[in-house]
């Protein structure tokens, strides 16, 4: 069991390590709120070196108290619905971002086991909040395991939506950034379209325009010539 375990952390490590990369790409940082898995998020990421640098802090929140003073979770979304579901999961997420100043929140709430905890919701059961300051998401999984091998399970489900938002995110702002850009040289091209057909008007009316210089003097004679005026008293 105990080798077991070292080799769930490794591969902890390693899916927390291309999250890190990610947030390092572009200079963001990350706060965690959990519940069931009592801190082991926060563990996992700040066992990498330089951590410091993109982890601004965590919260562990059991209570549904500490849920609601802690990360401004709705007292009456947590009454209705319990702790476990998508909504406290976004919640818990973007109520860490706000308080910490982190680009990125990301929480867990689940039951671990080996008991309901009064809940009729199976035991196993997790959903992983994510949120930025221009979106938001929640993800949910089931498991079945021991208590401590659901609290893994949970802490590699989370990092690896994180992930998966993070990587989805930066398509959609990749595709509107594609389609402003496209947007952009096709106004380009109509308003080069229009100057070009102003210019050949211009042209056109200047050509056959009957008022022009050439049209009035005599052959020869300068414009405004006095010479050429019968003046008169």
Same mark, same amino acid.
Request: hydrophobic share 45%; glycine share 8%.
């Given at each position: ?22 947030l390092?790409?572009v200079? /963001?940082?990350?706060?965690v ?5 009592? &801190? ?24 549904y108290?500490? *849920?609601?003073?802690?990360?401004? !979770? ?18 818990m /997420?973007? &109520?860490?971002?706000?308080?910490s &100043? ?7 709430t689940?039951?671990? &086991?080996?008991?309901?905890d ?7 059961? !997790? ?9 938001? =998401?929640?993800?949910?999984?089931q ?6 091998e =659901? ?8 990092? +690896? ?7 989805n ?36 009316a *200047?050509?056959?325009?009957?008022? +022009? ?21």
């Amino acid at each position: 069991m105990g080798t077991r375990h070292y080799l769930m952390d490794e591969e902890a490590q390693a899916i927390a390590t291309r999250l890190v990369r990610r947030l390092r790409e572009v200079g /963001a940082t990350i706060t965690v709120a959990e519940s069931c898995t009592g &801190g082991l998020l926060a563990s996992t990421l700040t066992d990498i070196a330089g951590a410091s640098e993109w982890f601004e802090q965590s919260w562990v929140c059991y209570s549904y108290e500490s *849920k609601i003073v802690e990360l401004e !979770v709705e007292a009456d979304l947590l009454e209705t619905k319990g702790a476990v579901n998508a909504q406290v999961a976004i919640q818990m /997420a973007d &109520g860490a971002r706000k308080r910490s &100043g982190a680009d990125l929140g990301l929480s867990i709430t689940g039951i671990a &086991g080996p008991a309901q905890d009064d809940s009729n919701k199976p035991v196993g059961l !997790v959903y992983v909040g994510i949120a930025s300051k221009h979106w938001a =998401n929640a993800e949910s999984v089931q498991f079945g395991g021991t208590r401590f091998e =659901n609290k893994i399970a949970f802490v590699h489900f989370a990092l +690896q939506t994180a992930i998966d938002c993070w990587d989805n995110a930066k398509i959609r702002v990749e595709k509107i950034l594609e389609k402003e850009a496209q947007a952009a040289a096709e106004k380009a091209v109509i308003l080069a379209r229009s100057e070009a057909e102003r210019s050949r008007r211009a042209a056109a009316a *200047k050509a056959g325009a009957p008022w +022009q210089d050439e049209a009035w003097q005599d052959p020869g004679k300068a414009v405004g010539d006095d010479e050429a005026i019968d003046w008169k008293e």
